[in-house]
Each structure stands twice: as C-alpha cells, then as structure tokens.
C-alpha cells in the first residue's frame, strides 16, 4: 500500500486547507485511516481517524476546526482544516493501519500558518 499526501502550503491564519490522500495498493485488512503531525522540535501527534464504517475521532486541539473524511470510490482520505492557527504549523502524515496501529506511512506535506 502506498499513500500519497498533497495539499499542503502557506496560508494566514484563520484561513483554511484541504489536504488529501490517496492511497494505491491494497491491504484488506485495513480498516482505519490517520492523520498524523510533527511540529518542529515536537513529537508526533494523532490528529484524526476515521474508520471503514465512518467512525471519526479528532485530538482536542483540532475538534470543531478540522474534518476528516473519506471517498472510496477515488481511495482518498481528506483533511479539512478550518480557522488555521500558527500552532497547526507541521508537517501532516497520512497513514492507514487496523484499531490504534499504523501500518503504513505516506510521506509528509507541510503546512505553515502565518500570523
């Protein structure tokens, strides 16, 4: 399985951004896909999940602000990011994975908030 991470770039806060997805290959024993973001100088944080049946979950910091989603027919997942703080600067993962565990990683997309 590979993953493939776009969208990512400069924007102001308060603005907004979409990243995607996409994923090639198959795992049928997939069944949660993730998004992940390292700042600099941070660990890794879990930012959203969601699930083959549509179940999401969201780090605190991001709820009401950011929406996970996903469009089987095209195999990507999208991260929209609303009300951009410079907090939310990092480079933000894909991965995919069963339960809590990742098994695959894409590579990262960085997104930097002006303030």
């Known amino acids: 399985v590979q993953l493939q991470a776009s969208g990512g770039g400069l924007v102001q806060a308060g603005g907004s951004l979409r990243l995607s997805c996409a994923s090639s290959g198959s795992d049928f024993n997939i069944n949660r896909m993730f998004w992940y973001r390292q700042a600099p100088g941070k660990q890794r944080e879990l930012v959203a999940s969601?699930?083959?049946?549509?179940?999401?979950n969201y780090a605190d910091s991001v709820k009401d602000r950011f929406t996970i989603s996903r469009d089987s027919a095209k195999n990507t997942v999208y991260l929209q990011m609303n009300s951009l703080k410079p907090e939310d600067t990092a480079v933000y993962s894909c991965?995919?994975?069963?339960?809590?565990?990742?098994?695959?990683w894409g590579q990262g997309t960085l997104v930097t908030v002006s303030s």
């Open positions: 991965a995919a994975g069963g339960g809590t565990l990742v098994w695959y």
């Open positions: 969601i699930t083959s049946g549509g179940t999401t």
